[in-house]
C-alpha cells in the first residue's frame, strides 16, 4: 500500500516508509501515535530486485533500549546483498533519489564496510582460538599448558567484546539499509505524482442540467449520513451510515466479493489486528511519527489499515510447491488510518475517514507471472468500475509517488462531480519479492523433468525454493464508492439512482429517493 494521497488498497501508504524501530535508530521518532486499547488481558525479473529485497525472516529475541524509549528490537531481520549493493552504488543511489526515499546509501555502504572488517578480526581471533586448542590436546609441560590456558581466556574475552560489537554494528546496518526501497520498473515515469503516466481513460462525465451537489449535501438530505454524532462520539473523521446508505455499503460488499470469487479468488475475512512486525515486513512503518497506522499501547500489535497485511502474512514463513500458484485471495476487512497531516477541501466527508470498510485483492505467484497478474488486477478493478458506469482514468503512478514495496503501481481515479474533481478509488501495485522475502513466503519449483532423468530421491535432489512475488488491489474502498455513486447518479429532484449491478444485492432498491415529512 503507498497512497499518493491516500491510496485505498495496493501497496503503498503514502506517509509510510520502511523504517524498521531499532533502539540504534538516529531518526527515531519522539512522538508515535498510539492507540489505547482496554482488554482482560490488555516477467522472469532481473536480479536486482533479489538484491534489494529481503532474505527469510530470522527470529531473535526483543530487547529495550531504555525506560525512557520502550523501543523494542525487531524481532525479525532482512538479509540484504550488501555486496551488490556496493558494486552497483550509482545505480541504488538513483533509485533511492527517483523514489523520494530518506535511505542513507552512504552510511549504510559505511556501515557494511565497518562490518567486514569487524567480522574478519572475529574470524582471526577464533583462528587463534582454535590454534591454541589444538595445542592444549598434545602433551605438554605444567607451565606450557597453563600458559595456553591464560592466553585461550584472553582470546575468549577479546572474542565475547568483538561478538557483541558485531551484534549492535549488524543491527545498526539493517536499520538503515532495511530502508532502501525496492527497485523500479522500466517503464515507471521519473518524478513526482504529476508526473505519472495516462495508461486509460474510460467512460466520460455525467452531464447535469441542474446545479450538482457534492455526497455530504446529499448524505444530510437524504439522511444517509451523520458525521456531527460520530464526530461527538469518536473524533473528527468518524461517521455513521443510516437507512439505504448502510444497504449500500452491505450491496457494494457482496457484488464486489461474487464478480470477484468469479474470477477464481478464494474469500477471506482477516483479523484486524496484528503484529508490528507483519506490518513492517510489508513494507509499512507501525510506530513513528506521521504514520498512518494506529499502534497499541503496550503491545507490539497494530490495527490494519488494509486487508494486503494479514492476507501477506497467511503464508509467513512457509514454503508452497509450485503447483498451487498463483494464490489469489479476495478480502474483506474494516480499515483504520490516522490520516496523519490530512486536511483541507480534497478531504471532506467520505473521502478521507479514520475508518472504512474495504475488499482487497491479493496474489501470491511465481517471479515469471507478476507483470502478468499486475495487468489482470488492474484489468478487474476497470471491469467492475465500468460495469457500474463511472468514468474513471487508470494512471501508472510515478516513481515518486511509489511507497517502499513497489515495483509498479497503477492507481484509478474517478470523477467525483461534488466535489469538482477526480478522486483516487483504487490502486494495484506490483511488489515482486520485497514483501515475500521478509515474511519468508517461498515456494519449491517442479522438477517432473529432471527427476525422470534423475531417480535419486532424497531431499538433495529437490529443486531450491525461491520467493513468490506478491501482488495487491483494491477492488472495493466503500466510502469512496459511496461518493461517486451518490454525486454521479444524484437527479434533480434530490433523489440518487443506484446501478443496475448493485440493484439484486440491495433487495430490488433502485431509487433512494428523499424522506417524506
Known sequence: MGFSSCSLGGA?????????????????????????LHSPHCTRLPSLFRSLSAQTALQTPSSVTSEKDK??????KAAIDFKWIRDNKDIVATNIKNRNSNADLELVLDLYEKLMSLQKEVERIRGERNVVANKMKGKLEVSERQALIEEGKNLKEGLVALEEDLIQLTDKLQEEAQSIPNITHPDVPIGGEDCSALKKMAGSPHVFSFPVKDHLQLGKELDLLDFDAAAEVSGSKFYYLKNEAVLLEMGLINWTLSEVMRRGFVPLTTPEIVRSSVVEKCG?????????VYSIEGSD????????????????????TESVLPLKYVAYSHCFRTEAGAAGTATRGLYRVHQF???????????????????????????????????FKTLDMASGDLGAPAYRKFDVEAWMPGLGRYGEISSASNCTDYQSRRLGVRYRPSLSDQSSANPKKGKANLAPTQFVHTLNATACAVPRMIVCLLENFQQEDGSVVIPMPLRPFMGGLDLISPKSK
Open 12 to 36: 503503498t501508504l503514502q506517509t509510510l516508509k520502511l523504517v524498521t524501530s531499532f533502539p540504534f535508530s538516529i531518526l527515531r521518532p519522539s512522538s508515535p501515535k498510539t492507540l489505547i
Open 357 to 391: 470498510s474495504k475488499v482487497e485483492m491479493f496474489i501470491l505467484c511465481r517471479p515469471e507471472d507478476s507483470n502478468f497478474y499486475h495487468e489482470e488486477l488492474i484489468g478487474i478493478e476497470e471491469d467492475l468500475f465500468s460495469s457500474l458506469g463511472l468514468h
Open 71 to 76: 523501543v523494542a528490537k525487531p524481532q525479525w
Open 301 to 320: 500489535q497494530c490495527l490494519i489499515g488494509t486487508a494486503e497485511i494479514p492476507v501477506g502474512g497467511i503464508h509467513m514463513d512457509s514454503i508452497l
Open 284 to 292: 509499512f512503518q507501525p510506530r513513528g511519527q506521521n504514520t498512518q
